[in-house]
């Protein structure tokens, strides 16, 4: 099992009963990562979700080569959970083309965005 201090601390912040729930299903997924009541995120293999108490969701990754269960979320699901996380869906245009739906938690400036004299040309050709 493995988890961060923001995990605790989102731990820490439910409600006692829904913390309680929550302990016990990451207890659990200590000896089953992939229980029958979770769901695969769509897109990101070995992402699973599960529901919690009303309306809290817990959100974890396994890692197979590493053999570890990587704690991601547990907490209340507004709408735009997995856009927050990056986890956003993955929509195909027409032309079979992945476009990743999410939200940037920054805006990209010009000193951030790559040189476009190097984006536009490879091995010295315009593209």
Do not use: C, S
């Amino acid at each position: 099992m493995r988890y961060d201090r923001h995990f605790l601390r989102l731990l820490a912040a439910l409600p006692g009963d829904i913390r309680a729930v929550a302990r016990q299903v990451i207890k659990d997924l200590a000896r089953e990562p992939r229980p029958t009541d979770a769901k695969e995120l769509d897109g990101y293999p070995d992402h699973w979700r599960m529901w919690l108490l009303r309306n809290h969701r817990l959100i974890w990754q396994v890692l197979e080569d590493e053999q570890v269960v990587d704690l991601i979320y547990v907490g209340p699901k507004p709408p735009d959970l997995y856009m927050q996380l990056g986890l956003g869906k993955r929509l195909r245009e027409a032309d079979d083309t992945l476009v990743y739906e999410f939200e940037l938690d920054r805006e990209v400036t010009a000193d951030a965005a790559p040189d476009a004299a190097a984006v536009a040309t490879e091995n010295g050709q315009e593209i």
